[in-house]
Structure formats: C-alpha cells, structure tokens
C-alpha cells in the first residue's frame, strides 16, 4: 500500500520533518521506522547535559510532538489495513508490523536504561553531596564547639582579670587611705614636737625668768636687812660717814638698775631666739632637703648661697677650675639630680664625681669621673672625649644620674633624655657623688636634688 505525498507530510510537519523523510512515497512501516529513529534522536539530543539553549530544546521537542502525532495516525491506518486486506496481504503487514513493534520495544529499553543509568547518576551525585553536606557539618559542629570554647575560655579570663583588676583597686583605695592616715600621724607627730619645743622653752623662759625676780628679791631682802643693820651700827657715826654709807647705797641701787636691765635685754634675745628657731623648723619641715653642697668638697673660688646650699656661684677674678661636691651620693631610691644655668659667662661641666677629688680639676678629667660638657657637649669620663651632644647655656636644665641595673650614665636637656648607649661607669652608685665645675667668674647654678624633677625617672631610671 502506498502514501501519498500529502498524507505523508500532513499538513502540520515542520520543515526539519521535511528535511528528514524523503519526499518519495515511502512504505508505511518505512516511513514509522524512521519516525521512531528521528524521534529517539531528539530524545537523546534534549537529555544530553551538553544540550544547546532553551530555545533549540523548545524547537525539538514541539518537533517531537508533530512526530508523534504523524506516528499515531500511521500506526492507526495500519490497524484499518488489517482488518480489510486479504489473508496473504494482512500477513504481510502483520510481520512488518511486529518488527516495527520490536524496534520500538529495544527503543523503549533503550530509554529505559539511559533513565535507570541517570537514576544511579543523580543518586550517586546526591548521596555524594549529602556526604559532603554531613562532612560540613561535623566541620560546623566541630567550629562551633572551638568557637564555644574560645568563648568560654576568654569569657574566663576576662572573669580573672576583672577580678585582679578590683583586687588590685580595692588595694590602692586601701594603701591611699593608709598613706593618707600615715601623712594625718607624720603631721600630728610633727605638730606634736613643734608644740612642746615651743612649750619647753617657753617654761625654760619662764622658769629662768622667775629665778632671776627671786634672785633680785632675794638680793633687795638681803640688801635691806643689811641696811638696817648698817644704819643701827652707824648711829653713831658722824654725818660724813653717814652720807658715804648712802653714796655707797645709791651705787648699788644703780647696779640693781643695770642687772634689771641686762635681765629684760636677755629675756627678749631668748624669745627672738625662740620665733627663730621656730621659723627655721617651718622652713626645714617645708623643705625636706634630699641632698645639698658640701662646703667642706668646695672650691675656695666658688660659694654657696642661701641656707639650702642648692645656689653654687664663681667668686674671684682669675679664670680657672673650680668644683664642688654634693654632701651625699647617688641615693638607690633617687639616682639622679637636675642642674638649671642661671649664668653662664665660661665653660660648666655637670656630671658624677668619687669623694674626694681634685677641687682644681674639672669633673669628668680625674679617672672615676664623668661629666657633660656645656660648651661643645662632649662626654667626658669614657675614653676619648665623645662629641655629638648639644651644648647648653642659660635657662637650659641638664640632669645626670645612673641607670642603677645597668649602670648606664644618663644625660638628659630640658627634660628630655639623651643618647648614652654604651656610655657606663665603673662604680656603683653609692660610690658616685654629684659634682659641678665653674670656669670662670660670674657663672651660677642651681641645683635640684629631687624629687620633682623636668625628666620623669621612671621613664630610664
């Protein structure tokens, strides 16, 4: 039995359909043969994971309608052919039919096992990616617990620390009250012994002042019973001896005068003596000197102003060396002192000196002795005289002291410390006393043996 061209194409198969069937009149199982080839085709086109865009999968499976469509009504005509053909003509199509069949049963295997094998894909992806999603989130889990842990840790610490810190609060509020209370006693202490020196001379004052009124009471009682007994042994005595005994009398009278006198001029010397010395109490009280000049370690060219001896000025005419020493050495709690240049009319070396040491020479000259130098700033005391330093003048403060760990010399200019590494003293700090030299006349300085200073120790010392 033949097609025609017409019942071939039907009129809705597309132009790639026409591209696919020959235009001949082909045979009916022919013809579904290749609708089934051209169909499975696209079938493996539109699964392939390589497929082209949304529109070509679109384009092929509309493709796939029109075919399936052409396919039904092929299939349905050769059921219509069966029943009205002959014996030898439907036996025929029966076998070409049950070969079509059998073609589409391999087809339908086919793409039964293309499903099964992209079953077993997306099950074999997807239990590889719920592998992967449980090994992530033991890994989650696994963070989590560090990260709760770090927390709890730090959460720890910060617990410890906040508690040292107020422990170590509560402490100083308690040492400051303790401190506050000790200053309250030093005071009350202080108060105490200036009271009762005030107290004890002014009852020594008075306890001399009331000798002496007995003893001149004494003295008139003594004198006038002597009187009485002189007149009653005189009665008898003639007019000149009479007026003797009274010249003698009045001589006396005007010794008496000058003892009062004298008595009442020592009286107020004792109490100017007394506001003097409480003066001089107020003022060592005030100033709680830490170190001073020793005049005894003073050269004769140079002397030492106001009762603190912290003011050192250069006496004379000639130009020469002249040094003086501190009374004591470097303390181990304040190993350091500050100069200030109040005139500068030669050159001032400021630095660390043994006891004794040549008064005629200048500090950081003699071997054990070190010294800043103010016109070219030179270090001396280490070798050869090391350069580099700023020179200071009038108004600048220098410093010097002693690194007590390291030994390391310390210079510092206007509260700013200076380079001296490698710069150390052979002597231990006890051994080390503060010293100036003055060059010529007219220089003056002024030290300042703490414990206020421009340079904050605790910074280097």
Not at 417 to 441: I, K
Request: charged share 30%; with cysteine.
């Amino acid at each position: 039995m033949s097609i025609s061209s017409e019942s071939t194409t039907g009129g809705d198969i597309t132009s790639d359909q026409e591209d696919l069937l020959p235009t001949s009149v082909l045979e009916p199982f022919e013809e579904m043969r290749l609708l089934l080839a051209r169909i499975a085709e696209l079938d493996r086109q539109m699964n392939s994971p390589t497929s082209a865009s949304v529109d070509l999968v679109a384009q092929n499976e509309n493709e796939k309608r029109h075919l399936l469509t052409r396919l039904a009504q092929l299939e349905g005509q050769q059921t219509l052919n069966l029943q009205t053909s002959s014996d030898g003509f439907e036996l025929f199509y029966d076998v070409d039919y049950v070969s079509l069949l059998a073609t589409r049963l391999c087809l339908a295997k086919e793409e039964l096992h293309q499903l099964k094998e992209e079953s077993k894909n997306t099950k074999e992806s997807f239990d590889k990616k719920l592998e992967q999603m449980e090994a992530l989130q033991a890994k989650m889990e696994q963070y989590q617990n560090k990260q709760q842990q770090t927390i709890d840790s730090l959460t720890q610490k910060l617990k410890v620390s906040i508690e040292q810190l107020s422990l170590k609060h509560q402490e100083h509020e308690e040492q400051q009250k303790m401190d506050a209370l000790k200053q309250q006693t030093d005071q009350k202490e202080t108060n105490d012994k200036i009271d009762s020196l005030q107290k004890d001379q002014q009852e020594q004052l008075a306890s001399n002042f009331r000798g002496m009124e007995q003893k001149q009471k004494d003295g008139q009682e003594e004198l006038q019973r002597k009187m009485d007994e002189s007149l009653k042994s005189v009665q008898a005595m003639v007019v000149a001896e009479l007026e003797q005994q009274k010249l003698s009398n009045a001589n006396k009278f005007v010794e008496i005068e000058q003892k009062n006198d004298k008595l009442e001029k020592d009286q107020k010397e004792e109490q100017l003596n007394i506001v003097h010395l409480q003066k001089t109490v107020a003022v060592l009280c005030e100033i709680g000197l830490i170190n001073r000049w020793d005049s005894v370690n003073c050269h004769p060219t140079l002397a030492l102003i106001g009762p603190e001896q912290l003011i050192v000025q250069r006496d004379g005419e000639n130009s020469e060396w002249g040094s003086v020493i501190a009374k004591k050495s470097l303390l181990p709690e304040n190993p350091y002192f500050e100069v200030k240049i109040v005139e500068k009319t030669g050159n001032i070396l400021i630095g660390l000196a043994t006891n004794p040491m040549p008064l005629d020479k200048y500090v950081g000259g003699p071997k054990g002795t070190y010294a800043y130098e103010g016109n070219e700033g030179k270090c001396w005391g280490h070798g050869p005289a090391i350069e580099g330093k700023p020179p200071f003048g009038v108004g600048n403060v220098v410093g010097c002291g002693v690194n007590l760990k390291t030994r390391q010399i310390i210079y510092t200019l206007d509260g700013k410390r200076l380079d001296t590494d490698r710069l150390l003293v052979d002597s231990p700090a006890a051994d080390l006393f503060p010293c100036v030299t003055l060059g010529r006349p007219g220089a003056k300085i002024e030290a300042n043996f703490g414990p206020n200073f421009q340079f904050n120790i605790a910074d280097g010392i």
